[in-house]
Structures are given as C-alpha cells and as structure tokens.
C-alpha cells in the first residue's frame, strides 16, 4: 500500500510540473533586459538578461548581431559546453519573412519557399535573415573595459539572449519544447510593437505592408488590431473593440501610427495580455 502510494505521489508531482510548464509563458523585454516567466496572471520569476549590439532595431538579416522581437516558440533544447544549455528559438517566423519581403530583402521566389518550410514546421538556419537565435547561458553581462574603467556589457551576443547559467537552469524547470517566447522593446510605441507581432495580411514590395491580430479578453471580448503601412511612409492602426459579436468602439491612429491619449494604456494592456494572442482568419495577400 505504501508503495502505490508513493507511486501515485511521483505521478501526482510529475503531473502539477508539466502542468506548469505548460501554463508557462516567456517574455523578454529588450529594453528593460529582463526575461520573465509568466504563470496565469502573475509573473512567477524574473531574470537579468544580455542582448545582442544596442539598438532599437530588431533583427533583420544574416550578421546584423541583433536580437530580433516577435512571438517565437522553442524548438530545441540542447546541451551546450560554452553556454551551458541552448534553447533554440523559431526565428526567423512568418512576420520576419513577410518584413524582409516587402523591404526587398528577399525576393518572391525564396519568400514561397520559405513560408512553405515553415508551415511543415521547420526551422530556417539557412535564409538571409540569419538563425540559430536562442537563450543561452554564460551571463547576463561581461565585465569590459572602456577608458580605463570596468563597466557591464549587457550587449554582448551575436544576437541570442544570454542568462546567468544559474539562472538558465532555474528556467529549465518551466520550459518545454513549443513554449512560447515573447519578445519586445517595452519603450517602443504601440504600433512598432505591433508591427513585429503581427501576422501578415497583405504584402506587396516596397508598397504596402499590412497585417492584423486578435487580443482575447475574455469570451466575449476580443480586440482586433489591424496595421496598415506604405513604403512612403504612412502608417495607420486601427483598433476594434468586439463584445459577442458586436463592434463596440474603435480608434485609429494618425498617419505617423500615434494613438495620442490612449497610447500608453493600450500598450500595458497588450503586454500584460500577451498569452490571450490568437491569429486572424485571413490569407495571406501577396
């Protein structure tokens, strides 16, 4: 009896633990240069990060040392001798791609090509946009030297997310394969945040980029965030507010993508709503 009793206490803990892991959710705030697990509703741990070069920028391409901002999800978890553990990250994703495209990175062809990769669920390491962006250890920062002073380097990676190693092993006890990782520049405007969240709706190079997304708020709210941009420089986003079915309010931007008074609690309310984040039904537009 005793021995079932503890079989059943090792499945019961075995159970709450990917219980855990799968109501886990990580997001990386660039700006702020933390990594923070999220449970439901609540931020359970928080973790000092290092980056790639300093720049607002995300990344775009194939030896540009930036870390990129989106929704990713980890494909890979392996052991690593200098960094201890390298959790591999699907970048670059579909936004990345239909960016590139209509920047005229890359071109029709290989634009095709690659989208299809992805839907079978592949991880591009080979496109223009570089890869193999993940989180690593081997510290947050590394001590440096700059007119004869020691200072922390917190931009140290070729582009990846670097942790204290024990603070990646502390992660490990949340993550899994498939998690969801968000990451974003928190001081950024709404609309340059959104622009890299994201899914892509219509795309034509060097003319107009447009792409949507839904924000769950409850099962009967739902906000739809629609952008529209052209290579001359408009920028517009619209924000639906739907309640079971009808719309109930909507905001638009200027035509510099900027929600005046409302631009602050907007934001907060999509970042602290990062897990409520659904696609649109629609194709893509090419």
């Known amino acids: 009896m005793k021995k ?49 070069l300093e720049s607002t920028l995300p990344k775009e391409k194939k030896g540009d040392f930036l870390t990129p901002e989106g929704i990713f999800k980890i494909v890979d978890i392996k052991t ?30 290989k634009f095709i090509k690659w989208i299809n990769r992805l839907e079978n669920s592949e991880t591009l390491k080979d496109s223009l946009l570089g890869g193999e962006i993940g989180i690593h250890g081997g510290g947050a920062f590394k001590w440096e030297k700059k007119n004869g002073k020691l200072y922390k380097n917190y931009h140290w990676t070729k582009g990846c997310i670097a942790l ?11 993550i899994k394969s498939g998690q969801k990782v968000f990451i974003l520049n928190s001081q950024k405007k709404l609309y340059d945040i959104l622009k890299k969240f994201v899914y892509p709706t219509k795309i034509k190079p060097f003319e107009i980029f447009e ?74 537009e090419i």
């Open 4 to 52: 079932i009793l503890v079989i059943l206490l090792f499945y019961l803990i075995i159970f709450s633990f990917s219980f855990l892991k799968a109501e886990t959710i990580i997001i990386i705030d660039k700006s702020r240069k933390t990594l923070e697990i999220k449970g439901k509703e609540k931020i359970i741990a928080s973790y000092e990060i290092g980056l790639g």
């Open 211 to 284: 792409g949507e997304l839904y924000l769950k708020l409850n099962e009967d709210t739902y906000i739809n965030f629609h952008l529209i941009e052209n290579y001359q420089g408009f920028k517009k986003l619209i924000i639906k507010k739907w309640v079971r079915g009808a719309l109930k309010e909507q905001i638009e931007s200027d035509e510099s993508g900027n929600i005046s008074n409302k631009e602050d609690n907007l934001k907060k309310l999509f970042i602290e709503n990062l897990e409520n984040l659904l696609k649109p039904y629609k194709q893509l």
């Open 80 to 109: 690593s001798e200098e960094y201890k553990y390298f959790l591999e990250l699907n970048y670059p994703n579909l936004n990345d791609l239909a960016l590139a495209y209509y920047k005229g990175i890359i071109e029709k062809e």
């Open 164 to 174: 204290d190693n024990k603070d990646l092993l502390e992660l490990l006890k949340y």
